[in-house]
Nanobody, 126 residues
Framework: VQLQASGGGLVQAGGSLRLSCAVS????????VGWFRQAPGKEREFVAS????????AYADSVRGRFTISRDNAKNTVSLVMNSLKPEDTAVYYC????????????????????WGQGTQVTVSS
C-alpha cells in the first residue's frame, strides 16, 4: 500500500484546512486508513481513522467535533477536514494504513499501522 498526503498549509486560528491522502496498491475491505500528527518535540499521535469498507470512524478526544475523516472509494482517497483549528493543532500530519487485520478496538494504536505516507505540514497561527 502506498499513501501520499497533501493539503497542508498555514492558517489562522479558527480557520479550516482539508488534507487528502491518495491510497494506491493492495487494499482490502477491512483496511484501516488513519491520520496521525507529530508536533516538534512530541511523539506521533493518533488523530482519526476510518475503515475502508463500511466507513466506521474513530477520533482522538482532542479533535472530536472539529475534524471529520471520510473516504472516497471511487477515487481511492481519504480526507481529513479540519475546522476550528487551534495553534496546538500545529504539526506534521501523516496518513497511514494497516494490513487489514486490525480489530476495531485497536484502531487508535499507532503500532497497527505499517504503511506510511510522507507528512504534510499544518501550521496554525494565533
Amino acid at each position: 500500500v502506498q499513501l501520499q498526503a497533501s493539503g497542508g498549509g498555514l492558517v489562522q486560528a479558527g480557520g479550516s484546512l482539508r488534507l487528502s491522502c491518495a491510497v494506491s496498491g493492495r487494499t482490502v475491505s477491512r483496511t484501516l486508513v488513519g491520520w496521525f500528527r507529530q508536533a516538534p518535540g512530541k511523539e506521533r499521535e493518533f488523530v482519526a481513522s476510518i475503515r475502508w469498507s463500511g466507513g466506521s470512524t474513530a477520533y482522538a478526544d482532542s479533535v472530536r467535533g472539529r475534524f471529520t475523516i471520510s473516504r472516497d472509494n471511487a477515487k481511492n482517497t481519504v480526507s481529513l477536514v479540519m475546522n476550528s483549528l487551534k495553534p496546538e493543532d500545529t504539526a506534521v500530519y501523516y496518513c497511514a494504513a494497516d494490513s487489514g487485520t486490525t480489530i476495531w478496538s485497536e484502531a487508535k494504536n499507532i503500532m497497527r499501522y505499517g504503511y506510511w505516507g510522507q507528512g504534510t505540514q499544518v501550521t496554525v497561527s494565533s
